[in-house]
């Protein structure tokens, strides 16, 4: 089975900053198989990036996302008061298939 | 508009049962991967069932043989039975639509299953 280890656990920033959060994977995952998700409290999670970087439907072009093989970055290029959520990935695999990391919580500092 | 909204959940004895539903609209399920993909309190995300546009099941080995995931066509809706339900299976259920199979573009607001004494 794939492990996805997301980190940090938690990252404490303000309003306007970058945030980069990192999602590695145990064994190598096709860049098509990568997903990142937003998950604010008492919501279902969102879409926000497929195929490790193609933006889902409506979302802002201040997320990216990046990476290949085993490493893969999420990226926010200036947080706005509605991002401040828990941010997961997720990878397919035809041996270990829909697994997700353990998240990463951004916070306002 | 794509929705999907479950329902089904609540407080269940060990050992008990529950049949979680999922009601699509917007789209048809019978055209879709549909999975069911739970979340813990405080936890993680974990998936659980899915089944394929095809009719095929698969499961999550920690639910494998209690777990039984379903649909009807005429309806437009996606049911989990559980069986054999344990104090870890208290979750957060949703249910989620897949997009080009690996990922997952629509889901419910869930259904909160508790299995307690």
């Known amino acids: 089975e794939i492990v996805l280890t997301q980190s940090p656990g938690t990252l404490s920033l303000s309003p306007g900053e970058r945030a980069t959060l990192s999602c590695r994977a145990s064994?190598?995952?096709?860049?098509?198989?990568l997903a990142w998700y937003q998950q604010k409290p008492g919501q279902a999670p969102r879409l926000l990036i497929y195929?490790?970087?193609s933006r889902a439907t409506g979302i802002p072009d201040r997320f990216s996302g990046s990476g290949s093989g085993t490493d893969f970055t999420l990226t926010i290029s200036r947080l706005e008061p509605e991002d401040f959520a828990v941010y997961y990935c997720?990878?397919?695999?035809?041996?270990?298939?829909?697994?997700f990391g353990q998240g990463t919580k951004v916070e306002i500092k | 508009e794509v929705q999907v909204v479950e329902s089904g959940g609540g407080l269940i004895q060990p050992g008990g049962s529950l049949r979680l539903s999922c009601v699509a609209s917007?789209?048809?399920?019978?055209?879709?991967?549909m999975s069911w993909v739970r979340q813990a309190p405080g936890k993680g995300l974990e998936w659980v069932s899915v089944?394929?546009?095809?009719?095929?099941?698969y499961y999550a080995d920690s639910v494998k043989g209690r777990f039984t995931i379903s649909r009807d066509n005429s309806k437009n809706t996606v049911y989990l039975q559980m069986n054999s339900l344990r104090a870890e299976d208290t979750a957060m259920y949703y249910c989620?639509?897949?997009?080009?199979?690996?990922?997952?573009?629509?889901w419910g607001q869930g259904t909160l299953v508790i299995v307690s004494s």
């Open positions: 989620a639509r897949h997009i080009n199979q690996w990922y997952f573009d629509y």
């Open positions: 997720q990878q397919y695999g035809y041996s270990s298939p829909w697994t």
């Open positions: 195929g490790a970087s």
């Open positions: 089944i394929y546009s095809g009719g095929g099941t």
């Open positions: 064994q190598s995952v096709s860049s098509n198989y």
């Open positions: 917007g789209f048809t399920v019978r055209s879709n991967y």
